[in-house]
């Protein structure tokens, strides 16, 4: 079964520390990976794309890798700022379909 | 990036009744999809929309109890019918395949409250 699978659950970090979210997913032959962003209530904003030929994505302060042999990527977010709180989701496109499989996402909240 | 809306963004139904929501898109998109997010829960797909023919539904959806409608490339609705207090979600319309072809885009949600 093609599963995605997001540690930690919950992170809480203060203001200007630098920190990485991670997932990972059972089956290497991907299509691609996106991370998404949620604020409470609300709908999903696209973060970055990695194709699955990418080993890295990067705007702003945030920067996604891709290592398909380990089944793992990363985000990271440089110089957190309470803004940044939210809930991010990971979400793999599986070589057999155009469906996303979801990550049960990461809540992080950055305090002041 | 697709810019999609929602109709409505909210609503409080009673046990029994059905509600139909609207998702409309500001440019012509291949794949449209409709997703459900209950409570403290991560995304589940619902369904793909396709144009002109009967939806693809996933494993424990059924059409008569999440009609859904695509006359054109740029509009679907999602019906949530005979409605009970477990249908109680987010739901999002979510689309892919316009100008950035393999990035999907996800419309802002309707939070619906079965009572």
């Known amino acids: 079964k093609q599963e995605v699978t997001q540690i930690p659950a919950a992170l809480s970090v203060p203001e200007g520390e630098n920190l990485v979210l991670n997932c990972s997913f059972t089956d290497s032959a991907i299509y691609n990976l996106q991370w998404f962003r949620q604020d409470p209530g609300k709908g999903l904003t696209s973060l970055l794309l990695i194709q699955s030929s990418q080993r890295e994505q990067t705007s702003g302060r945030l920067n996604a890798s891709l290592d398909k042999s380990s089944g793992r990527s990363t985000l990271y977010i440089a110089a957190s700022q309470p803004g940044d709180s939210a809930t991010y989701l990971c979400a793999v496109r599986f070589n057999a379909g155009n469906m996303l499989t979801f990550g049960g996402g990461t809540r992080l909240m950055v305090k002041p | 990036s697709a810019v999609i809306s929602q109709k409505p963004s909210r609503d409080i139904c009673q046990r029994g009744t059905s509600l139909t929501i609207q998702c409309q898109v500001d440019s012509q998109v291949t794949m449209m999809f409709w997703y459900r997010q209950q409570p403290g829960q991560s995304l589940t797909l619902i369904a793909t929309a396709n144009q002109g023919s009967e939806a693809t539904y996933e494993s424990g959806f059924v059409i008569d109890k999440f009609p859904i409608s695509r006359p054109n490339l740029t509009f679907s609705t999602l019906t949530v019918s005979n409605m009970s207090p477990e249908d109680s979600s987010i739901y999002l319309c979510?689309?892919?395949?316009?100008?950035?072809?393999?990035?999907?885009?996800f419309g802002p949600g309707t939070r619906l409250t079965v009572l």
């Open positions: 979510s689309v892919k395949g316009g100008s950035s072809y393999n990035e999907q885009f």
